[in-house]
């Protein structure tokens, strides 16, 4: 596959417009999972998304053109899956399963457009919405951030030379080739790419793929987002995420409905998938209450995803939560994927080994860590903590908690609500950087 030159292509972003997202498929494997289950289970449920900017320090409308991001928007909806792609998905096998995909949600996506938005300027922030039928409004989270990412990106590069972005991407390629050559020295790895979502953009983080597939070889075993998976022959790695629980607590009629949601997800997960892609996330309404109350049943499945507590701490409570259910933790997994880089990935990785299988989810520090890389030390290329979530369903505002109350979403009398039906334990405050 020939190399693709981003410096060039980087600079012929100033005189046309090359889209940022080329593919629905351009998206994270979950999504397509989750609307699988959510079509066939959940098809009138309505569900609002609203982009999330943590970093309030960034003033995203001052730094991006209305016009440009409305312009990017607009194209995403006038895509479609195409018949290779629909094709690919029907044939292909994941996680050694073929058939994944039934003929008839393919015939569906076939159809398929993204939903309209809304856009507006707040205080210098965008307010950007998508409101309609959840089996629509879903797959916005991914193209939305991955468009607003990107556009910041290519701001901060707009009045760069030839040869500063040369140099700028020759720093970034050399800073991840010294992370992959430290990685090599973990023999046991198993990495993937989750870095979709708060990418540089589309062509960097192609490079990084296939960066990691030649250097780490068989260590790296698939990435989250689709196409580049099918560009590639890697496996499209994922299963499920926030937005199961915390819609179905937002549709519950009770309290006892709301503790019991969580739950309830992974019944219809299991059911749904027949007993395959059997991993938790347990830190929608806090880990700590998810494994208090969980069903015996829970410690039957295959693993767990810690996402917002520290990992070593979340590892090792899950692992005696294991131990006090009968579970022998060398046979689970443990999927390591909030905030990772190459230094907690060694740290993780030289704790746990031997004790549990682990797997690392490698995301933003992949695919946008541009720090010390611009030759004019420019601000503008750091990452920010960029999010879209679901904050109603039906009407019915949505929450989610966290380990970490930084990332906790909802509105302020919910919130203290649903820490009413889970309490506040092990919630543990800490800065969000990515």
Known sequence: MAVTDIATRTWEHNW???????????????????????????????????????????????????ADLRAQLDHVRTLRFSKKELIWLAGNSFYGRSQMFSADFLAWLADFRLPP?????VDGQFELTF???????????????????????????????????????????AKLWDKVERLRDLPDLVLSDFGTRRRHGFLWQRWCVEALKEGLGERMVGTSNVLLAMDNDLEAIGTNA??????????????????????????????????NLLVVLPDAFGTEAFLRNAPAWVAEWT???????????????????????????????????????????ERVYRHFHGRV???????????????????????????????????????????KLSDNPAKATGDPAEIARYLKIFGNAGREAATVSV
């Open 131 to 173: 409101a309609g039928p959840w089996t629509y409004t879903t797959m916005w989270e991914i193209p939305a951030l991955a468009i607003v990412n990107e556009l910041r990106a290519r701001a901060a590069l707009r009045d760069k030379g030839r040869f500063a972005l040369d140099v700028l991407y020759a720093r970034a390629k």
């Open 16 to 66: 046309r417009l090359d889209p940022i997202v080329r593919s629905l498929l351009d998206t994270d494997f979950y999504k397509l999972l989750m609307l699988q289950m959510i079509r066939h289970l959940h098809g009138e449920t309505q569900a609002t998304f609203r982009l999330i900017n943590r970093t309030t320090s960034v003033r995203l409308a001052a730094v991006i053109d209305e």
């Open 357 to 399: 299988r682990m797997s690392f989810g490698w995301g933003t520090n992949l695919t946008n860590d541009f720090r010390g890389c611009d030759p004019d030390g420019l601000p503008g290329l750091e990452p920010i903590s960029l999010v879209a979530k679901v904050v109603s369903a039906d009407g019915h505002p949505a929450v």
């Open 117 to 121: 938005y809304e856009l507006h300027v």
């Open 303 to 345: 693993g767990f995803r810690p996402d917002s507590a520290p990992p070593i701490e979340a590892g090792e409570r899950i692992i005696r939560w294991w131990q006090d259910h009968g579970q022998d933790p060398r046979t689970k997994l443990l999927i390591f994927s909030d905030g990772m880089d190459v230094d907690s990935i």
């Open 242 to 275: 926030h937005e199961l629980p915390m819609v179905l607590a937002a549709l519950a009629p009770d309290d006892a409905g709301i503790a019991a949601a969580p739950y309830r997800v992974l019944q219809e997960w299991q059911a749904h998938y027949a007993g």
